[in-house]
């Protein structure tokens, strides 16, 4: 499994368009609202709305293959009932493998992909207790896409900042 670590903060109108085509809504410029170590936290209301939706969001960019990235989005719904964790990744991964997680050298499993976009495929994954103190008090996850059956690659996620900027989520 390759390795390939390179942040990328840039890309944060990218997250943003996820996170209204995951969410159902949908979110205009985005603020940015604070940064949490490796984490920004962007807020913005949407049409209609009568209050702003914010998420914590990391990018992250393979050094080595520039069409490998991922957006990783953390927030509440809407209407404040569930904690979601949303992961796009490029088009052309091989979406009967799902998405991988490892914290800290621990196997976390793997999630399905629930839709492609123009812009890439989501993974989604409701937050339970567990996972958030497992990522909250983690240093580093790495998330696997596979290309092929046989070639998983481990892209890097920092986890600096994840506690400060989750507990903050409204």
């Keep these: 499994m390759k390795r390939i670590v390179k942040h990328c ?28 170590g490796d984490w920004q936290m962007s807020c913005d209301t949407p049409p209609g709305a009568s209050f702003e939706q914010c998420a914590i ?5 393979a050094e080595d293959q520039p069409n490998v990235g991922l957006s990783v989005i953390v927030l509440r719904t809407a209407d404040r009932e569930a904690r ?3 992961v796009l990744a490029p088009l052309g991964v091989l979406l009967p493998n799902g998405l991988g997680l490892n914290v800290d050298g621990k196997d976390m499993g793997r999630v399905a992909f629930v839709r492609c976009l123009p812009n890439g495929c989501v993974a989604e994954v409701v937050l339970d207790d567990s ?39 409204p």
């Design 131 to 169: 996972l958030i103190e497992t990522l909250s008090n983690g240093s580093n996850a790495i998330f696997v896409v596979f290309k092929t059956p046989e070639e998983g690659i481990g892209i890097p996620v920092s986890l600096n900042g994840f506690k400060d900027g989750f507990a903050q989520l």
């Design 84 to 86: 979601l964790l949303r």
């Design 9 to 36: 903060l840039a890309g944060l109108g990218l997250a943003l368009a996820v996170v209204a085509a995951t969410a159902g809504t949908s979110f205009g410029q985005g603020v940015v609202r604070a940064q949490y």
């Design 57 to 61: 969001i990391q990018n992250v960019m």
